[in-house]
């Protein structure tokens, strides 16, 4: 008798080179970042990085593979999981693995939002055309801000402070999974732009590889106290102004959640009870997290194009337990306990607010 596959185990640096020679997912060198644990194939040329739990082992993204290996992956790791007693989710899934999910009645899907890309060559045109966009270059620069794509190596002193800064002001806690905001400790492969007054960084703009589309994601625009309007915009010239001299023919700023993708009536409809829990976070979200803020933000540098990303189940039916376990992967601990705090600090500024 076979003996049963082995438990997942946080393995990223033999993850890494199944990742630098297969990751299509926007998200995948996401998963070598600390909190995932690493399934392989027997084979050892595919690679998922999942966080387990409780009857449910959530996977960032993607099984990696070379194309014509990636049904093969997900029926294998979907064994493994059952073998384990769990069903699988991917999470922040994309049109590779929807076209062999979403037509198949065993899996269920929601749309988490939406992400847009841009091919890189284009930028000069799209600030040619943007008078808009132009003055918030020229408001940064006029504030005597700088800001250029690093050569490999060490980062500048002082990115730690701003990123302290950045976290501080968020309405949200750093979360982990596909969000985690410490990833300055490993740029072997990761570029940086900074953003700097008179030598001193004021921001910074981290650009993580997709192998697989020969691209980049912009990770993270951080900006401190110090930071002036325009910076963030600045930063991502400096950016795709980068990868153009590069001929990167893929960018993209990640996803904007609950956007609501172009051709959005044809997408899975989801369970009314999630149905209706998206509806509240895009009327009442805002209290915690600025998401039509993003949204906009990501729309005014005029995308080629978005893309739907999704939650896929590999069960008939998403129900709540199933969610909530997909929110412990995501907080890093008890959904509800973490909804909970977010509702009483957003009460704590409502009534600061009033109180003027």
């Known amino acids: 008798m076979p003996a049963p596959p082995a438990e997942p185990r946080p393995d990223p640096e033999r993850a890494r080179p199944v990742v630098l020679a297969h990751g299509w997912n926007t998200t995948a060198y996401q998963i070598l970042t600390p909190g995932f644990h690493h399934w392989f194939?027997?084979?050892?040329?595919?690679?998922?990085?999942?966080?387990?739990?409780?009857?449910?082992?959530?996977?960032?993204?993607?099984?990696?593979?070379?194309?014509?290996?990636?049904?093969?992956?997900?029926?294998?790791?979907?064994?493994?999981?059952?073998?384990?007693?769990?069903?699988?989710?991917?999470?922040?899934?994309?049109?590779?693995?929807?076209?062999?999910?979403?037509?198949?009645?065993?899996?269920?899907a929601a749309v988490l939002g939406a992400e847009p890309w841009w091919v890189p060559e284009t930028w000069s045109a799209i600030l040619a055309g943007r008078a808009s966009l132009r003055a918030q270059l020229s408001r940064a620069r006029n504030k005597g801000i700088t800001a250029r794509v690093l050569a490999a190596g060490a980062p500048p002193t002082g990115l730690e402070r701003v990123l302290a800064e950045w976290l501080a002001g968020r309405g949200l806690p750093p979360l982990g999974f596909l969000t985690t905001p410490w990833?300055?400790?490993?740029?072997?492969?990761?570029?940086?732009?900074?953003?700097?007054?008179?030598?001193?960084?004021?921001?910074?703009?981290?650009?993580?590889?997709?192998?697989?589309?020969e691209g980049w994601l912009v990770e993270q625009i951080v900006r401190g106290h110090a930071a002036p309007n325009g910076t963030a915009e600045l930063l991502v010239d400096a950016a795709f102004t980068w990868m153009a001299a590069r001929q990167a023919p893929f960018a993209t700023l990640g996803l904007a959640p609950l956007a609501v993708p172009p051709g959005a009536a044809a997408l899975p409809e989801p369970a009314w009870w999630l149905r209706g829990a998206l509806a509240w976070l895009r009327a009442h979200g805002r209290r915690f997290y600025n998401f039509e803020g993003l949204r906009a933000f990501k729309a005014k540098l005029a995308p080629a194009g978005w893309d739907p990303v999704y939650a896929l189940l590999n069960r008939p039916r998403i129900s709540p337990l199933a969610m909530l376990r997909v929110g412990e992967a995501v907080v890093g601990g008890n959904t509800l306990a973490f909804v909970a705090r977010m509702v009483a600090r957003a009460a704590r500024s409502e009534v600061r607010s009033l109180l003027g």
Do not use: K, M, N
Request: aromatic share 4%.
């Open 41 to 108: 194939s027997a084979r050892g040329d595919a690679v998922a990085g999942l966080v387990p739990r409780p009857g449910l082992w959530v996977v960032g993204g993607a099984p990696i593979a070379a194309p014509a290996r990636l049904g093969d992956a997900v029926e294998e790791l979907e064994r493994a999981a059952a073998l384990a007693g769990a069903a699988v989710c991917y999470v922040g899934a994309q049109d590779r693995l929807a076209r062999h999910c979403l037509h198949d009645p065993r899996y269920s």
């Open 183 to 213: 990833v300055l400790g490993d740029l072997r492969d990761r570029r940086l732009a900074v953003a700097e007054r008179e030598g001193r960084p004021v921001g910074f703009l981290v650009l993580t590889p997709i192998p697989g589309r």
